[in-house]
């Protein structure tokens, strides 16, 4: 098994380019979610999905746009990259609620720079 | 919305020490996890433990969940233990959102 697979590792924009951010699990996960991480702010959720078809925003959405349309994959989009957006992101999975072991399993991040 | 506490915010150990890191949190949650994020920036789960204890080698977790905190001790601690420790809670009727706290950074001298 993977885990879970995200592609760029690293990656650069201009103001104003788009992007996708590419997030993959191999482990039947219904749930699946994107991160930031920024110095001094922890982790923030910006979206999640509790199943392919279905998703919702998390605490810092705005600038950000998902869709799920496999239980695999689930890739965040940035419209119109801000240089507020340069963070390190990370998607992570897990078994859905009520199944007893609910732990989340992350991607190895990508460092993305809005210049 | 739920706030989740972590201290101290950074700990320097000497190898082979001791630690406990503390999560508190301000309303009920349905589960807990530990995380470790190494010095490369990998994020791995230590424990998921809405309640109880839980022991994994040297790292042991322990949850009450009607106080609202959590523990994380480490024993006999080693280089390879550095990091940071980030606790993350699931809040009753969020729909499965897991918030993290601002983490502990553990730095553990030879």
């Known amino acids: 098994n993977a885990g879970v697979t995200q592609t760029p590792k690293f990656q650069v924009l201009k103001t104003g380019q788009s992007m996708t951010l590419q997030c993959a699990q191999d482990?039947?996960?219904?749930?699946m979610s994107w991160y930031r991480q920024d110095p001094g702010m922890g982790l923030r959720l910006i979206h999640y999905?509790?199943?392919?078809?279905?998703?919702d925003q998390g605490e810092v959405p705005n600038g950000y746009n998902v869709s799920r349309s496999t239980t695999e994959d689930f890739p965040l989009r940035l419209l119109s990259a801000a240089p507020s957006q340069t963070s390190v992101y990370f998607c992570?999975?897990?078994?859905?609620?009520?199944?007893?072991?609910?732990?989340?399993?992350f991607g190895s991040g990508t460092q993305l720079s809005v210049l | 919305g739920i706030q989740v506490e972590q201290s101290p915010p950074d700990l320097i150990l000497q190898e082979g020490a001791n630690s406990t890191l503390r999560c508190n949190f301000s309303?009920?949650?349905?589960?807990l996890q530990w995380f470790h994020q190494n010095p490369w920036g990998q994020l791995i789960n230590l424990f998921y433990?809405?309640?109880g204890t839980k022991q994994n080698g040297r790292l042991s977790a322990t949850t009450v969940a009607t106080e609202r905190y959590s523990l994380l001790y480490i024993s006999s601690s080693q280089t390879t233990d550095s990091g940071v420790y980030f606790c993350?809670?699931?809040?009753?009727?969020?729909?499965?959102?897991?918030?993290f706290g601002q983490g502990t950074e553990l730095s553990v001298k030879p």
């Open positions: 999905s509790v199943g392919a078809g279905i998703t």
């Open positions: 993350a809670v699931n809040p009753y009727n969020q729909g499965g959102k897991l918030i």
């Open positions: 433990i809405p309640s």
């Open positions: 992570a999975s897990r078994n859905p609620l009520g199944q007893g072991n609910e732990k989340l399993f």
């Open positions: 309303d009920s949650v349905n589960n």
């Open positions: 482990m039947n996960h219904e749930y």
